[in-house]
């Protein structure tokens, strides 16, 4: 069995999708048609053979509870191991104080309960496939305190704005150490920059003594807070990923990797055959097109049925694409409906929205226009 | 429904040699239907849509993928503290190994299973037959009836109907006579294959019908006439809507066909009513600059640069450029390499079609089963 | 399939089982040693074959949620059927904003969505064994637009203090309805009254028009609120309830109902052969007893070793009775462990407290101590 | 346990014709133990805390029960979405029935099944004893020693090892012999018959052994001769702990009377290594106010008013007044009426015994399989 705890960490406020995440947390995002943001962390941790995982969510828990129900489509045995989701919506309205300190202190029976040695703390929101085993492998090589995973990106003056940034030194004695010396944010100005993934690995232990601290600090800190400010007492190990890593932090980055991954040859790195991506299935049919459809450059999910023109764009379940409507560049959620007429460019449109009268929703070439959850326009 | 009101009995022994190599590795009821399904989430589903929570699936031949496909019952929503889905082969006695010598024979083979389950009603379907269909409807009308048996029936144009099994009924629907592809039938009520018994009556009959030595222990040609004979209480049920035996190639690709033709009264998205299947992961499929696509059906994993037309493609499908798709079935993980032409074919599992050929005719469907 | 959908709704602030209730909402409480309270209506709801349940809680619904899963244990479909726990923490502060009316309201939606044409409506703190199927063609026959359960009680002067009464008399017109002419309260000024189980059955086009013209009112009111309001302006019938009920309202009906039924000839009726209870396992092993145990009148669960005395109590599962410990007329709960040389009488030990130090805790013939949950006394 | 790492095939085919009427309607892996168990709730429970996702359970003569019970296999959490209980009774071939002709037969009668898999390892387990181990540490070491095969071993006292299969092994617990019941035995080492073999080469050998007419087909007598004859690497794993077959009457009642010990060393309260069962809907058991009770295992759903002594009882047992139960095992649904004293008798599902009958002795155990 796993010798790891794993806790998917929610994110803090700077993170912020515009209008999607107005509606649900970040982790239950719609991602590429089908998934939604927390099925490659959990994912991740499930092919890790992590096995007991605990979920800290900002707001309702309920959508993320159903989602990934006893554990078991995402392949955890739901006796052996557990899945837990804790939320904490009381503190929502007094958001400063909501801090992922807080969330694991008020379920701190859960964590020492647990028989696991050590602990991998991860957000939802960097999207990648990684095997966390081979980060405890470093870990455990290096003797470090902590080990936590970054990405060196060259374009960090584009993406990645706001996430953590790390600097690091060979150590003069430890070869397989890494030393983290100092962590600053990320604020566009660079290229290069070596973007934390907040994702750590440590002793069950320490990261007891490190809630304890950041509490007697400030009610106000978070677990990278207190990390930050370890970083000459602790031995923190810097672990490269050297798979490819998305950054969803905000409405464009949402954007920009969707349309980005439209390209199978961009995101098959994301979706590899030795390494499912599970999530909840909704039992759709496959995707039907009738024949006025017309669809070039695009990733359809199952369940939809376009009658319509789709270009360079993302559909997702049971979607409903009207003859004579037009969707280019835009990102249409589960159960949209785009009646006949429309013609929608660089929008996206949330769940359930029907767009019946509004007729040319066509963003400027820099922009993105959304269109609410429910909504008729 | 309440619990074990009724049990449903699927019998899923055919070996199905009409479908010639689509049965090779797998049994019928598990051959791929519609682009993401297999024949046996029809009947499945359509229990656990009906409230049907207990179902015994009665395997002859090498059952072993359709044992441990039927097995994972949450697929199904099966999985209910009570219910499930049982796998029951003909098992060794202590007179040696049996083999189910007829479809009444295989439920007398498992009278102790129905025993333990203790139903009132037995709901005896096939594992070849595509219908959406709620047995909770059927079961009123049976219990409404008081009836020993119910029978679904479906109404067929009367030219067509010395191919089936008939029912002739009195004005209420009360079946008097029942003839197997009758010459000159008297009636356009064709059987489905689809049975309500009373659990306590039938086990009767069939410890009756184990004894005789002339019988073929079959409902059909045995059980049926036996009750018609003591003069029980008959019951046609009257099913309007989609229904299609899939037991040939033909069938099977007209059935396929019919998904994607609003026409044909087969809707599988229709949200009350979902056919449920195993739970494939495979991103959402790629549609590139150079496709074009209309009249179709695609699954997730698929990725097509080609030209795809009045088609259904299952999961894990790839259609390179310059390839074309017409009027075909592309079972999962099917690879049409750039620049060939399919026309009216049905490709199997796995199977390779090599660049620029050109395979199938617009006459008899083609089965493609090994890489050409 | 079931023309029902199934709604469990939340109890008012009047139901408090002091001590208890502190800690977890009242359907989570723990009933007879290994259930929790919810188990009744849900099983209910289930062996009717109600399938489809909206399950509303106050406060945090991390324990329901992972009690109730997918419904899979509660024998339902969990393809085609659905269980969705709503709860609305954010307002649990101000409490009086937090009514069914609200709740119900927030998640229109999915009340919207569902196929069933009848709604049947029941809290969880009154505990029967009852097929609602026989509500329905009760409901059916007397062609009324509410139908609510209630039971005739002897003894209303000692038990569902503060539950709704109702008085009903023949219709002139229609002798299959009872038809309900007034709901009051139950004050325990007197033997026999009709209490209302806050049960109702009507169509789910009748809810959303109450709900609506409840909101119009007042927020402050509740589902019994406008039906009260409604008693001359719609039929409602009221139908008898044959089976005994037990109404758990406060820490003395929690206490008297445990001490009531220990004794098997009154708990068969609840826990009828025909009509399971169903739960969520522990997989906790039988008890065991070892050769110091001495036991008397008392019922005890799985999972726990039983090595000293216990009398006329309920002893809930994985609890620990130590050589020499002694415990009388008193509920234990889950994981509990009582120390040698201890004694208890008329206490109720709330989940994982440990009594290692206090030697004899006796409760006054019409009092109850109650120790808190994890405490160490 | 990455997924497919391992898959576990349970041996589950034996008669247990030695437990007489226990087996007379259940395989010997689904007999009753512990006051709530069934014996193959061990082997499984052990896969599910192991992470050992996939378990085929093989299975020959009268599987109808066991089959509907491993089916369920939410019970122990193997429902996960690439894992699975999975039923493998021998199949009806081209060439007709089979039956499996030993313990390595029924695995290649099963080449296809895993070869479905495609797991790294196959680990070999029997499904009627009773011990809690982590197969986990035991892959660990078969890796880490890059073995072919590895066989569990248990120290037995030297005098008591000619009634094992014993394994001779170097310093490293390399295995260089291996003994069958010898009679003169080099070493204490007993064979527990749990293996772990790497499933390419443990394949070819099952395939070799097919054909070979002398062979019994079984992996004591044919496989690890074979492995050894080859010098293929075999390795002994110690385990350390409780261990029992349980295949007769007198075995089965001294497993279940250590529970109730204290010193025997099965521990079945320990909260890291649950044995998870079928959940039972009954509530907690009633100890009334003339009961006596003592060293006993009692599980749900019992109404005690008499004396238990040293004894286990199964779910929905009534013990009437002035009846006295010691030494013994009751099972499910047992009524013992009033005045009755059994005494080392285990008492068969749902068997009533009479008031003031007296059932047992002193001596050997007692097996009452019908009401007296």
């Known amino acids: 069995m796993s010798e790891i705890l794993g806790i998917i960490n929610f994110e803090s406020n700077a993170v912020e999708v515009s209008g999607l995440s107005d509606y649900r947390g970040i982790p239950s995002l719609s991602f590429m048609g089908r998934y939604r943001i927390i099925d490659f962390v959990l994912s991740n941790m499930s092919n890790s053979a992590i096995s007991n995982i605990h979920i800290h969510v900002r707001g309702n828990s309920r959508s993320i509870s159903e989602h990934v129900g006893t554990g078991r489509h995402f392949n955890i045995n739901s006796k052996r191991g557990s899945l837990h989701v804790f939320s904490n919506e009381s503190e929502m309205k007094a958001s400063a104080y909501h801090t992922d300190i807080s969330s694991m202190s008020q379920n701190l029976e859960f964590l020492s309960d647990a028989d696991e040695q050590y602990v991998l703390i991860a957000p939802s929101y960097f999207v990648y496939s990684f095997d966390y085993n081979d980060l405890l492998a470093e870990h455990l090589k290096s003797n470090a305190d902590i080990s936590m995973l970054y990405k060196s990106t060259d374009n960090a003056n584009e993406v990645c704005i706001g996430c953590d940034t790390l600097s690091y030194e060979k150590d003069g004695c430890n070869p397989d150490l890494r030393r983290v010396v100092s962590i600053g944010v990320n604020r566009g100005k660079h290229k290069n920059r070596s973007i934390s993934l907040e994702c750590y690995l440590m002793r069950k232990s320490l990261l007891l003594e490190l809630l304890k601290e950041a509490r007697e600090i400030s009610p106000f800190y978070w677990l990278k807070d207190i990390i930050r400010e370890k970083v000459d007492e602790l031995a923190i190990n810097g672990v490269a990923l050297r798979h490819p890593v998305r950054c969803i932090n905000s409405l464009e980055s949402y954007y920009t990797t969707h349309m980005n991954l439209i390209d199978q040859s961009k995101s098959k790195a994301f979706f590899r055959e030795d390494w499912p991506i599970f999530t909840r299935t909704s039992d759709s049919p496959p995707t039907l097109y009738n024949s006025t459809a017309r669809v070039k450059n695009s990733t359809i999910s199952n369940g939809s049925m376009i009658m319509g023109t789709v270009e360079n764009s993302i559909i997702g379940r049971n979607v409903v694409i009207e003859e004579g409507a037009v969707v280019r560049n835009s990102i249409i959620l589960t159960r949209a409906h785009i009646a006949s007429g429309i013609e929608l460019d660089r929008a996206i449109v949330d769940k359930r929205a029907k767009v019946f009268n509004a007729k040319n929703i066509c963003a400027a070439a820099d922009d993105i226009i959304y269109i609410g959850r429910s909504e008729t326009v | ?372």
Chains 1, 3 share one sequence.
């Not at chain 2, 359509?46 to 699936?57: E, I, L, M, R």
């Not at chain 2, 409902?219 to 035996?245: C, H, M, Q, T």
């Not at chain 2, 449920?276 to 997730?300: G, L, R």
Request: aromatic share 10%; net charge negative; proline share 3%.
């Open chain 2, 1 to 372: 429904m309440r619990n074990n009101q009724m049990v449903a009995m699927i019998l899923a022994g055919g070996r199905g040699t009409r479908l010639y190599e689509l049965t090779d590795k797998v049994a019928k009821p598990a051959v791929y239907f519609g682009g993401k399904y297999r024949i046996i989430d029809f009947p499945l589903s359509n229990c656990a849509n009906s409230g049907v929570q207990t179902v015994g699936v009665l395997t002859q031949y090498e059952s072993i993928f359709l044992n441990s496909y039927v097995a994972q019952d949450s697929r199904w929503g099966l999985d209910t503290r009570d219910g499930g889905v049982y796998v029951l082969p003909p098992r060794e006695k202590s007179g040696g190994f049996s083999i189910y010598r007829g479809t009444a024979d295989a439920i007398t083979q498992n009278i102790d299973f129905l025993d333990q389950k203790e139903p009132d009603h037995v709901l005896i379907l096939s594992g070849d037959h595509i219908y959406k269909m709620d047995y909770s409807k059927m079961l009123k009308q049976h219990e409404d009836n008081n009836a020993d048996a119910t029978i679904a029936v479906l109404e067929v144009p009367l030219k067509e109907a010395s191919r089936f099994g008939i029912m002739n009924t009195d004005e209420n629907d009360r079946i008097i006579e029942f003839e197997e592809k009758p010459q000159q039938p008297k009636s356009n009520l064709a059987s489905m294959g689809i049975y309500i018994f009373s659990w306590k009556r039938l086990k009767q009959y069939l410890l009756a019908d184990e004894k005789k030595e002339d019988s073929e222990h079959d409902f059909g040609k045995d059980i049926i006439p036996a009750y018609l004979k003591a003069n029980r209480s008959l019951y046609a049920y009257r099913f309007k809507g989609y229904w299609k035996d899939v037991g040939t190639i033909d069938s099977l690709w007209e059935g396929n066909m019919d998904l994607i033709d609003p026409k044909s009264g087969l809707d599988i998205f229709d949200p009350s009513w979902r056919i449920y299947s195993e739970d494939i992961t495979y991103p959402a499929h790629t549609i590139t600059d150079t496709a074009k696509i209309s009249n179709s059906m695609v699954n997730q994993g698929c990725l097509i640069e080609g030209e795809i037309k009045r088609s259904v493609l299952f999961h894990d499908v790839v259609v390179a450029k310059g390839a074309s798709v017409v009027d075909s079935v592309l079972l999962p993980g099917t690879r049409v390499e750039a620049g060939a032409k399919l026309k009216k074919v049905i490709v199997g599992e796995g199977v390779v079609i090599s660049a620029r050929k050109k395979v199938g005719t617009d006459g008899e469907v083609t089965l493609v089963s090994k890489d050409i």
